[in-house]
């Protein structure tokens, strides 16, 4: 009894290691739609599957808090459908987080000369660069949205966990996942 009651123990612990938890660097696909009123959801917004898997630590919310509790115990080639609220996704739209912003302090990608409504922008702030959306341009300002383009959306997701390792000293210091996939300093 004592070497079955052993074996059991060594197969949890083997387990627990395969599994996604705290510390844990995980790559997955993923596939993205907006979900109706009605409870369906529309055409695919975003998908990683045609490029590299996205890339997390896992426990230092960098993916969506919905997202980071649902994977909690995966494993690889595990695959999960799941419906975010605002509340667990990108939160709820703010109505006070419109700004008047001068053009000359926003960054827009290439093939961008004049940015139009809906354009996306990045501008440096106090709390570092952050994405904005344009809502209305002017001669020498431009009137943007700093709440997440997907603020306020109750969000539908496809994933496919890919890979699992545990993370670096470097990364668990610095709280993102570092080399392919991941930040470079």
């Not at 008047?100 to 093939?111: I, M, S």
């Not at 994405?131 to 001669?139: D, T, Y």
């Not at 994933?159 to 080399?179: K, N, Y």
Request: aromatic share 8%.
């Amino acid at each position: 009894m004592t070497d079955a009651n052993t074996d059991n123990g060594q197969q949890d612990a083997a387990s627990a290691t395969d599994s996604i938890a705290l510390n844990k660097v995980v790559s997955f696909h993923y596939r993205l739609a907006e979900v109706a009123p009605d409870g369906s959801h529309g055409d695919w917004m975003e998908q990683s599957y045609d490029s590299a898997p996205l890339y997390y630590l896992h426990g230092f919310h960098n993916v969506v808090v919905g997202l980071e509790r649902a994977l909690e115990g995966k494993a690889v080639g595990d695959k999960i459908e799941i419906t975010l609220k605002p509340e667990e996704a990108y939160g709820p739209r703010q109505a006070n987080a419109m700004q008047r912003v001068p053009l000359k302090h926003l960054q827009f990608g290439k093939g961008v000369s004049r940015p139009v409504p809906g354009t996306v922008a990045a501008v440096k702030t106090d709390k570092g660069v952050r994405n904005v959306v344009v809502a209305k341009v002017g001669k020498f300002n431009a009137d943007v949205d700093f709440n997440h383009p997907l603020a306020g959306r109750t969000l539908y997701y496809e994933i496919e966990v890919v890979d699992m390792r545990d993370a670096s000293a470097e990364e668990l210091a610095h709280g993102h996942v570092h080399g392919p996939g991941g930040h470079h300093h």
